[in-house]
């Protein structure tokens, strides 16, 4: 029988943004390898749900904080201007 970690896993956190990403990733695996049964996959796709939201929510938070350090100082990043730099 397959292993379902998606139903075991739906109710707890992930810890941190790079243990988010290993789980989806593992998910999104099993999916795709066809590994599951129909209940296990509707599981995964909703626990994968969460995970992407979760990680959504630290990347944002993550961008503010960034934002807030580095003040107006903060542009966007242009390869040709540091391409054009190189020569």
Do not use: H, I, N, W
Not at 51 to 73: I, P, R
């Amino acid at each position: 029988m397959p292993r379902t970690s998606a139903t075991a896993a739906s109710a707890a956190s992930p810890a941190s943004f790079e243990q988010a990403m290993q789980e989806l990733e593992q998910l999104v695996a099993q999916m795709e390898a066809g590994e599951l049964p129909l209940e296990a996959s509707v599981a995964a796709y909703k626990r994968g749900s969460e995970l992407v939201k979760f990680c959504a929510a630290q990347l944002d938070k993550v961008d503010s904080q960034v934002k807030l350090l580095e003040g107006d100082m903060l542009k966007p990043f242009q390869a040709t201007d540091a391409a054009a730099g190189d020569d």
